[in-house]
T-cell receptor, first 114, second 111 residues
Framework: ETGVTQSPTHLIKTRGQQVTLRCSSQSGHNTVSWYQQALGQGPQFIFQYYREEENGRGNFPPRFSGLQFPNYSSELNVNALELDDSALYLC?????????????FGPGTRLTVT | GESVGLHLPTLSVQEGDNSIINCAYS??????FIWYKQESGKGPQFIID?????DKRQGQRVTVLLNKTVKHLSLQIAATQPGDSAVYFCAENTGGNQFYFGTGTSLTVIP
């Protein structure tokens, strides 16, 4: 098991609501990346945080936002939830200048929007 | 935009046989590739990686082959075991922060 934890495990929200997902990074890692994985699809990059600042963003609207804290844990916030936001949200912890074997994924948060 | 796709969405193999999972990518600028394994209820787990200056890389029971001419990547698993049953993704990187994942291949190992 990786040292990356995510909370909550599952979440059900109503369309139009807001949600906050949390990720605790592996010890020694200063970078957190967030991914959205729709059912039957591969993960899609949302954004990355490094030293508390956004450091790259995928093709997601501004209602997807994030934070990184001094202990390198991170939050993903989604406003005005839409049905298509239903997915597994993964965070990945790493050091900057990553190689693949140094990026560890958490188990994900399953978000259902009704 | 990026496009990483897999030729087969599902693959069934007999235990002990070798498995080959294929992946096509479209961005010729991609220079780093990773294969991930994702079991039910878990996040993706790193299997093996390869850089574009290599054609082949071997790990424990796994081999990745890269054909840059046709932009094709494959993962070979030797002596497939029941514990290898999972969804396998290839992911590509062009040197920035983003990894682009393919759709995935579901591997089922038949005992």
């Amino acid at each position: 098991e990786t040292g990356v934890t995510q909370s909550p495990t599952h979440l059900i929200k109503t369309r139009g609501q807001q949600v906050t997902l949390r990720c605790s990074s592996q010890s020694g890692h200063n970078t957190v990346s967030w991914y959205q994985q729709a059912l039957g699809q591969g993960p899609q990059f949302i954004f990355q945080y490094y030293r508390e600042e956004e450091n790259g963003r995928g093709n997601f609207p501004p209602r997807f936002s994030g934070l990184q804290f001094p202990n390198y844990s991170s939050e993903l916030n989604v406003n005005a939830l839409e049905l298509d936001d239903s997915a597994l949200y993964l965070c990945a912890s790493s050091r900057q200048g990553i190689t693949g074997d140094e990026q560890y994924f958490g188990p994900g948060t399953r978000l259902t929007v009704t | 935009g990026e496009s990483v796709g897999l030729h087969l969405p599902t693959l069934s193999v007999q235990e002990g046989d070798n498995s080959i999972i294929n992946c096509a990518y479209s961005n010729s600028a991609s220079d780093y590739f990773i294969w991930y394994k994702q079991e039910s209820g878990k996040g993706p787990q790193f299997i093996i990686d390869i850089r574009s200056n290599m054609d082949k890389r071997q790990g424990q029971r796994v081999t990745v082959l890269l054909n840059k001419t046709v932009k094709h990547l494959s993962l070979q698993i030797a002596a497939t075991q029941p514990g290898d049953s999972a969804v396998y993704f290839c992911a590509e990187n062009t040197g920035g922060n983003q990894f682009y994942f393919g759709t995935g291949t579901s591997l089922t190992v038949i005992p």
